[in-house]
DNA sequence: GTGGTCTAGACCACC
DNA sequence: GTGGTCTAGACCACT
C-alpha cells in the first residue's frame, strides 16, 4: 500500500492517511485481516511524525475500519459496521459535491454514470 | 434563506456559509439573480463578525457563485462557469464518501438512488 | 465612442471610464479637440451617478488628457504633455505584468511581439 | 529580501505584497524552493498586522506562486502555472501602461527597448 | 513552532 | 448606503 500525502494540501496529514486507507479497503488494495505496518515504521518511512499516524489509525479505528491489537499492532477490520445509511459527514460532503456538479452543468445521467463506475472500483487517480 | 451553522464544527464558519449557499442555488432556494444580503446584516443575523462574511462571499465571488457590485451589494451569479467534469476537491470528496459508502453496506442501486434523488434537489436536512 | 463598463469589477467606475478614454485617444477612437459628452449626459447614458463621470474627467484633466472649459463642457487635448519616461504608477504595473509573463512561461521574444503589435493600435478587446 | 510598503498608497498593503514578492520571483532575489519568512515574522517585521501578510500569501499561494507547507511554513513554488497567453487583468494593465506611453510621446523602439530590458530583470527601483 | 480562523471595532473608497 | 481593508488581540488545529 503507498500513500501519496500532499503537504501544502489543506486536508490534514492524519486525515490523508485516514481517507487513503479508507479508499484502499474499498478498492481491495487492501484486504480485511491485513496487518497495517506498526506507527513507527509508516512514519518512518513517510519521513512523517509518530504522533501524526497514531492519529489517523486511532481515527481509522473509532471509524471501525482497523483493530488494533497490543501484540499485533493494527489491523484491518474483518467485519465493519453496516448500516443503512451515509454518515452525517459523508451526506453533507456529496451534498456539495452535488450541488456543484449540477452548477458546474454535469448533466445527471453523466453524474450517475460517474458514481456507477466509481462504485465499480474505477476510481480515478486524483 | 436561512443559514445554519453549527460553531462547534471543524468546518470553518465561512465555509459552512459558501457551502450552504452553493447548496442554497442549486437546490433552488436561491435564484440566479437573487439579492443576497449585505454582509454587515447577515453577520448581524448570524451573530458573527462581519470579516467572516466577507471571507465566505469572497470565496462565492472567486468561485463564480456570485458577483459583487459596487452599488448594489452582493447577488447570485446568472451564468456559471460549466465544464464538463467535476473540480479536483469534489472528485477526491465523491472518491471518499463512496468508499465509505461501499464499506457500509451501502448497495450500489442504493447509493444511485440516493444520489439521483438528491440531483433531483430532494436534498436530506443533515 | 462606448464605454463598456463592469460594475462587478474590482476597478473602481470612474477609473475605468477614465482608462477607457485614455485607450481611446491612443487608439485613435478619440481625436485631439474631440468634444466630450457632458458629464450629465454621460451618467445618464450609462446609468450612473453624476459624481462618478466627474471624478473620471478630473481625473483625465489633472493627467492632461482633457481640457474643461465651462462654456464648452470637456474635450481631447490637442498636445499632451510629453516625456522620456513612463509615469510610475505606469512602471509599477510595467513591472508586475512582465513579472507575471515572465513566471507564466511567455518567452521575451512573444511578450515583446505582443507589446509591439498593442503599440500599433492592435488592442485585444478585454 | 526586502519590501518597501507605500502605507499611504491606494493598493492595499497585502497586495504590494503580493506583488513584490512576485517581482522578487521573477527577479531571481527569490528562488523557487526559498523558503519564505513566517507570516508572523514577517508581520512584526514590516510592523503590520499578521492577517494582513496572511492574506497577502493566500493570495500567492491561489496563484500558484507559493506553496505552503503544513510542517514548514511557506516557500516558493518550484514549478509555476505556465500558459501561454497573459491574463486577462495584466493584459489590461499592459493597454493601458502602453496607451499613456503613446500619449506621453514616448516612442515605440524605446518602449520596447524599455520592455526588453525590464524582462532581462533589470528592473526600475520604482 | 506553524498557519488558519475569528472577534470587535475602526477607517476608507466608492457610489 | 455598500464592500474593502486593517488592527490588535485571541484561540485552535496540526506537526
Given at each position: ?13 492524519y486525515?490523508?492517511i ?26 518512518l ?47 453533507a460532503s ?13 448533466p ?12 465499480e472500483?474505477n476510481?480515478?487517480?486524483?
Open positions: 500500500m503507498l500513500l501519496s500525502l500532499d503537504f501544502s494540501s489543506d486536508v490534514p496529514i486525515l490523508q485516514r481517507n487513503q486507507i479508507v479508499v484502499g479497503i474499498s478498492n481491495g488494495t487492501l484486504s480485511p485481516g491485513e496487518k497495517l505496518p506498526t506507527i513507527r515504521n509508516l512514519a518511512e513517510i519521513g512523517i511524525n509518530t504522533m501524526t499516524v497514531n492519529r489517523a489509525y486511532q481515527q481509522l479505528k473509532q471509524d471501525g475500519y482497523i483493530i488494533t491489537d497490543r501484540r499485533n499492532g493494527a489491523c484491518i477490520s474483518k467485519e465493519f459496521y453496516t448500516s443503512t445509511t451515509l454518515s452525517e459527514k459523508a451526506l456529496l451534498k456539495i459535491v452535488i450541488s456543484e456538479a449540477k452548477l458546474n452543468g454535469i445527471k445521467y453523466e453524474f450517475i454514470n460517474l458514481c456507477s463506475k466509481m462504485y472500483g476510481m480515478p487517480e486524483v
